[in-house]
Nanobody, 122 residues
Framework: QVQLVESGGGLVHPGGSLTLSCETS????????IGWFRQAPGKEREFVAA???????TKFADSVRGRFGISRNYAALIYLEMHSLKPEDTAVYFC????????????????WGRGTQVTVSS
């Protein structure tokens, strides 16, 4: 069973930074590409960023490129580093896993975490 657990959400001022973490098992970590998605109130869930199984390839949505980074370490943790945050970044952020990174970029995944709330407000 694939489990993904997000953490690190919270309240941050506009222009601030926040790092989200996604914890999974070593097997999942080495088998699946991992992506981050977000869903704002009243809006559809959207792709944010993804990283391949071995970290060699990363993809970002246009809305976050240059402000967000994605990385993974050997402790089966995947990070979403968010900088220059804007109020429109406010959303529930989800970690997701898929065997194909292209699926993540297209908006689909095989497994999902429960999400963590990020609020950008003054």
């Amino acid at each position: 069973q694939v489990q993904l657990v997000e953490s690190g959400g919270g309240l941050v001022h506009p222009g601030g930074s926040l790092t989200l973490s996604c914890e999974t098992s070593p097997r999942t970590f080495h088998t699946y590409a991992i992506g981050w998605f977000r869903q704002a109130p009243g809006k559809e869930r959207e792709f944010v960023a993804a990283i391949s199984q071995f970290g060699a390839d990363t993809k970002f949505a246009d809305s976050v490129r240059g402000r967000f980074g994605i990385s993974r370490n050997y402790a089966a943790l995947i990070y979403l580093e968010m900088h220059s945050l804007k109020p429109e970044d406010t959303a529930v952020y989800f970690c997701a896993a898929s065997a194909q990174m292209t699926s993540l970029v297209s908006g689909s995944a095989e497994y999902w975490g429960r999400g963590t709330q990020v609020t950008v407000s003054s």
